[in-house]
Nanobody, 121 residues
Framework: QVQLEESGGGLVQPGGSLRLSCVASGNIFSIDLMGWYRQAPGKQRELVATITSGSITNYADSVKGRLTVSRDNAKNTVYLQMNSLEVEDTAVYFC???????????????WGQGTQVTVSA
């Protein structure tokens, strides 16, 4: 089994910054994709940013230039640096990863529990 532990959410004023972290642990042989999704009240979960094991990134248009995804493969950790935050960024942010467990031939998706980010004056 694989566990994802997120941290770094909180309350911030518009224009402020936050850094989210997510550590994967458990039965891990290798990790392919890591990233973040978010879900605002009354809305569907949406992609924020992802990063492959080869450091290829993908961003939602609404966050390009403000949010940056990165990863530390040695620590099985993915980060989301959020700058110039807007009220519209308020949501629960979920860590996402695809993991190949020891003894398995396939990668499986895993989700974190979510961390609240609130942008408000």
């Amino acid at each position: 089994q694989v566990q994802l532990e997120e941290s770094g959410g909180g309350l911030v004023q518009p224009g402020g910054s936050l850094r989210l972290s997510c550590v994967a642990s458990g039965n891990i042989f290798s990790i392919d994709l890591m990233g973040w999704y978010r879900q605002a009240p009354g809305k569907q979960r949406e992609l924020v940013a992802t990063i492959t094991s080869g450091s290829i990134t993908n961003y939602a248009d609404s966050v390009k230039g403000r949010l940056t995804v990165s990863r530390d493969n040695a620590k099985n950790t993915v980060y989301l640096q959020m700058n110039s935050l807007e009220v519209e960024d308020t949501a629960v942010y979920f860590c996402y990863t695809t993991v190949r467990a020891s003894g398995s031939r396939y990668f499986h998706p895993y989700w974190g529990q979510g961390t609240q980010v609130t942008v408000s004056a």
